[in-house]
């Protein structure tokens, strides 16, 4: 059986760093224009390179072919790894990569703390806000603007530039343009983020709690270390599957349901949250129905579970991942829906924890 079982210091490779997100405001109109052109460069090349990531070509090779594009090596090697992440959706999704075009104008500056933190996107702060400077490729000029976080993101940030500076820590920087209306992602590592905003680990009833992801329902089955069931919740959304349903509005409906069912599971004493291991999953299963594929599409269920494990993290809950394989259509599912008397989807959450509290038992 191949399971991964996590902690905040073993997390890294899952989920490694968080994203924060602050509202970016250009000093100047030209300034504005010039992230513009950047943004629709970075664009282009982030196109191209998945043709070339498609075609299997090295990295190394790939920004030397579009050099004259973008006149910074960086940003390219940035697009080149954004177009990784693009093929592998396709190719999860069943796609061509071939036939990707990107409609959103975006920018990406990897991060890396020999670089003080991030080589094109420097962030520095102020008495009462924080500066960002953005490397503008032709000329070798910077763009200067301001940035402004939620309150409660200020102290973590100033940790982070301070350690940057120190180059022991590194932060990857986006730039999103949203109609004229422009934010600043950065990428904070895991370990910082939980430092300020998880709670303090406490010990429980020894109890697991299985989780099973789907996308109008998330089932919740609670075991004992005996494998007795000691609670059973479903949270419900069916309305978010319907034709026309923003997607974003989906996913926020989706994490405050995920959120109400871990806090549950905190209060009455669990340790253990399981989930199965998506990220060994390579390519997106089909359903029988047209309206069940449509549902699996717009079902973005990996990023489901990572915010899910950060979650576990931030609760101070231990998350652990577990092989999907027999978690539904399987002998040992039709024997515990018969046994137990559990649908379909109670079974999968009830296997799921059952083979979480298995790694606990063999650790």
Not at 72 to 86: D, F, R
Not at 97 to 105: C, D, M
Not at 132 to 142: N, Q, R, T
């Amino acid at each position: 059986m191949s399971v991964q079982r996590l902690s905040s210091n073993t997390v890294d490779g899952v989920i490694s760093h968080v994203t924060i997100i602050g509202k970016l405001i250009p000093e100047t109109p030209e300034d504005y224009m010039k992230l513009a052109r950047l943004a629709w460069s970075f664009k282009r090349a982030v196109e191209l390179m998945v043709r070339e990531v498609a075609n299997g070509t090295p990295m190394k090779v790939a920004t030397k072919k579009l050099y004259s594009l973008i006149p910074n090596y960086v940003y390219l090697e940035s697009a080149y790894k954004h177009a990784k992440l693009v093929v592998e959706g396709c190719r999860f999704n069943n796609g061509n990569p071939r036939h990707v075009h990107i409609k959103k104008l975006f920018i990406v500056s990897r991060g890396n703390k020999w670089d003080k933190g991030n080589r094109n996107i420097k962030v520095i702060p102020r008495h009462d806000y924080f500066e960002v400077l953005i490397k503008y490729p032709w000329g070798g000029s910077w763009t200067k603007c301001r940035v402004f976080f939620g309150e409660k993101y200020i102290p973590l940030l100033r940790e982070l530039v301070e350690l940057s500076e120190k180059r022991i820590e590194g932060y990857g920087a986006r730039i999103v343009f949203r109609n004229r209306r422009l934010e600043l992602h950065l990428s904070v590592p895991l370990s910082l983020y939980l430092k300020y905003f998880s709670l303090p680990k406490r010990r429980g009833y020894e109890l697991v709690a299985g989780i099973d992801l789907n996308s109008d329902r998330i089932n919740m089955v609670v075991i004992d270390p005996n494998a007795r069931i000691i609670t059973m919740k479903t949270a419900w959304f069916p309305e978010v599957t319907l034709h026309g349903f923003p997607r974003d509005r989906a996913r926020d409906i989706r994490l405050k349901k995920l959120k109400k069912l871990l806090s549950y599971a905190r209060r009455i004493g669990v340790d253990y949250v399981v989930f199965e291991n998506l990220f060994v999953v390579k390519k997106r299963g089909k359903a029988p129905s047209p309206s069940g594929n449509r549902r699996i599409t717009r079902f973005a269920k990996k990023q489901l579970l990572q915010h899910g494990l950060l979650m576990v993290l931030k609760f101070g809950l231990t998350p652990i991942l577990v092989d999907p394989r027999g978690t539904t259509h399987s002998r040992e599912h039709r024997e515990v829906m018969r046994k137990r008397g559990l649908d379909r989807h109670m079974a999968s959450a009830y296997i799921i924890a059952f083979k979480g509290l298995k790694i606990i038992k063999n650790h």
